[in-house]
């Protein structure tokens, strides 16, 4: 294989016109012809630059709204063809085709397409399939298969390296280029088409296709791993929108390490969750080891809403939210920028839909490096959700588990009736049931209760519809369910009075919900569908206890 080969004829084809017209003339200044198509060649033309339309090098007009015209031998021939091969360059010759040397092409915007509007809106299904490109792979297929000949770039990353190529070596590419950019335009088409296949395999109903394609791009190598002796890398999922830690923008701080993202696409998902269950109010989570150490809604949005909720999100837990990762569901203003300032508080990473400038220039001043990230507040894509998780020899997947709770549909199963006030507090902490690892019990109630610290409420401990809401207690990852009543309840000392227990599962024996009883909860929430449910019941009776029956399960691993 040649290692210089000069660059005399280029096909600039491309969707994404970031920086194009100076490559072009870069290009250009080296005497390269330029080939192009459409759109690109009408932005050249306006520029300045000398193009040579498509159809004049194939003889043949775009047709079909533009779906057929690079789809011809004088275009793939010219790809494709060994320079020093006799047979290739007699075909050449004969048919009249001449070699193009670069070609530089990024695809219909079919990724961007899918995520759907501003609003998260999907987009009709004609839509998307317009803008599955067919020439433009086949070009970059080609392009790359002759790597030995042919430059390719794909990305608008890629000009200012071949442009300086070309400056160091009178027009040419090297061969080293060559090949590490063809490798690069092979992984941006099977990305490609492994989104155009996800995307096919939903809209047709297909839960979970035959073949498994999943098309992650290298965002970033991380420092290590879960630990210091393993080695890791961030991959971006490029059909991914909404509020993501992966698509955050870092405003200060260190690099995210690998657990700073586990831990922290765990806190930003139950804000979200939260949001979704209070919109008029504003959510804190503090999360530790993947799992919610504190959780509060406040009782109003608005001035003073977010230095509200993180207060009460880090009391749940003062101790284990210390170096925790903090997320919260609206604008970090500067009010909650000085709680987090305070002597009292640490966090690794803070996540907020947008920080107010006062509020990032206190956090930046008081820690230089606590990671801050900006997610946005885009709504996701209304596609089916899905994870994926790897085990030895496969992989496992499934739906999310990304219901909002219902309590006005829970069954009531023993006690007392429950009260608005108590259902609202169960539906908060069934949502923060959902984020802990199983085995999981969770406690918590309304801000304002005898019990929590704070002066008693009105009314025997009901603080009413607009109280704030926090997490108390939680046991999580134990290993039996008693466990992890135990230690939620040790968790919520005396704040547990009169407060709310939800469990992820069912109790098979009465001997979790009576730790949780003697602890003072006076509502206790499980899915049920134990065969000794009915002992469960008949204790909350006897105690005075409400039972309500949510039917679903909700396990973490």
Request: hydrophobic share 45%; charged share 20%; net charge neutral.
């Amino acid at each position: 294989m040649p290692d210089l080969v000069p660059i005399r004829r280029a096909l600039i084809s491309v969707s994404d016109k970031t920086d194009l017209v100076p490559f072009a003339r870069a290009l250009a200044g080296f005497g390269v012809e330029i080939i192009s198509t459409g759109g690109t060649a009408r932005e050249l033309g306006a520029a300045g630059v000398a193009v040579t339309p498509i159809e004049r090098v194939t003889g043949f007009p775009e047709i079909m709204g533009g779906r057929v015209k690079t789809l011809h031998p004088m275009v793939h021939g010219g790809l494709l063809a060994v320079r020093d091969d006799a047979d290739h360059a007699a075909a050449m010759q004969r048919h009249g085709i001449r070699p193009i040397d670069l070609v530089c092409i990024n695809l219909y915007p079919f990724e961007r397409t899918i995520k759907g509007g501003e609003g998260g809106e999907a987009v009709p299904l004609a839509e998307a399939i317009e803008q599955i490109d067919i020439g433009g792979p086949s070009m970059i297929r080609s392009a790359a298969k002759n790597w030995a000949w042919v430059t390719v770039v794909t990305s608008p990353a890629g000009y200012d390296r071949v442009g300086a190529e070309l400056q160091a070596n009178k027009g040419a590419t090297s061969l080293k280029l060559r090949a590490e950019l063809a490798a690069a335009a092979f992984g941006r088409t099977s990305e490609y088409d492994a989104a155009i296949a996800s995307y096919l395999a939903r809209s047709g109903g297909l839960a979970f296709p035959h073949v498994l394609r999943l098309g992650y791009v290298k965002a970033e190598e991380l420092r290590y791993g879960e630990n210091p002796h393993q080695h890791a890398a961030l991959y971006r999922d490029p059909a991914s929108a909404g509020a993501t830690v992966v698509n955050a923008r870092q405003l200060h701080g260190k690099q995210l390490s690998y657990n700073n993202i586990n831990d922290g696409a765990a806190a930003l998902e139950l804000a979200k969750a939260l949001r979704r269950l209070e919109p008029q109010r504003t959510g804190a989570v503090v999360v530790k080891h993947t799992n919610p150490c504190g959780a509060a809604v406040a009782s109003h949005a608005g001035p003073g809403s977010v230095r509200e909720a993180v207060d009460l999100a880090i009391a749940g837990d003062p101790v284990a939210a210390y170096g925790g990762i903090l997320a919260v569901n609206a604008p970090l203003d500067e009010a909650g920028a000085e709680r987090l300032c305070a002597g009292d508080v640490f966090m690794e990473v803070v996540l907020a839909p947008e920080f107010e400038p006062g509020a990032l220039e206190r956090l930046r001043e008081r820690w230089t490096g606590v990671r801050l990230l900006a997610t946005g507040a885009r709504p996701g894509s209304p596609a089916r959700k899905l994870e994926y998780r790897s085990v030895p020899g496969g992989m496992l997947v499934q739906d999310r588990d990304v219901g909002t709770p219902e309590p006005g549909m829970w069954t009531h199963a023993a006690g007392p009736a429950p009260t608005a006030g108590q259902l609202r507090v169960g539906g908060f902490v069934e949502a923060c049931s959902r984020a802990i690892t199983s085995n999981a019990v969770a406690i918590g109630g309304e801000h304002g209760r005898a019990g929590d610290g704070s002066p008693a409420a009105p009314g025997g401990g009901v603080a009413g519809a607009a109280a704030a809401i926090m997490l108390f207690g939680v046991g999580s990852g134990q290993v039996d369910r008693v466990s992890a009543c135990r230690l939620a309840a040790t968790k919520a000392g005396d704040r547990a009075r009169g407060a709310v227990a939800v469990g992820d599962a069912f109790f098979p024996f009465p001997d979790g919900p009576k730790v949780l009883i003697d602890a003072g909860v006076s509502v206790i929430v499980h899915p049920g569908g134990s065969k000794r449910d009915q002992e469960t019941f008949a204790l909350c009776d006897r105690a005075g206890v409400t039972c309500m029956i949510t039917g679903v399960r909700h396990f973490r691993h």
